[in-house]
């Protein structure tokens, strides 16, 4: 419910700072994975988790409003043994 976090003015303008010199599309927001495994199935995994990212255009898509398509079921079957 507090809209700055607890954090008091100074804080908050360090921040500000920070976040000014942040050279990625959405600030700081940067995500690292380490794969360990096979090299034949660390690319095959690594291409397929590539394809889930958005594009550029995706991104500008999203930003000016748009919506996606749902690849996920909308119902569940339940298979019992």
């Known amino acids: 419910e507090d809209e700055d976090n607890g954090l008091d003015d ?3 303008e ?4 920070r976040l000014a010199t942040e050279t990625g599309r959405f600030g700081d927001r940067r995500c ?3 794969v360990i495994g096979e090299k ?3 690319d095959r995994f690594t291409d397929l988790l590539n394809k889930c990212f958005l594009t550029s255009d995706e991104i500008d ?3 000016s409003g748009g919506t996606f ?5 909308t119902e569940l079957v339940q298979k019992s043994y």
């Open 61 to 63: 898509h999203w930003q």
């Open 69 to 73: 398509d749902d690849p996920w079921p």
């Open 40 to 42: 034949s199935q660390i």
């Open 10 to 12: 100074v804080e908050l």
């Open 14 to 17: 360090g921040l500000r700072q």
């Open 32 to 34: 690292h994975l380490t």
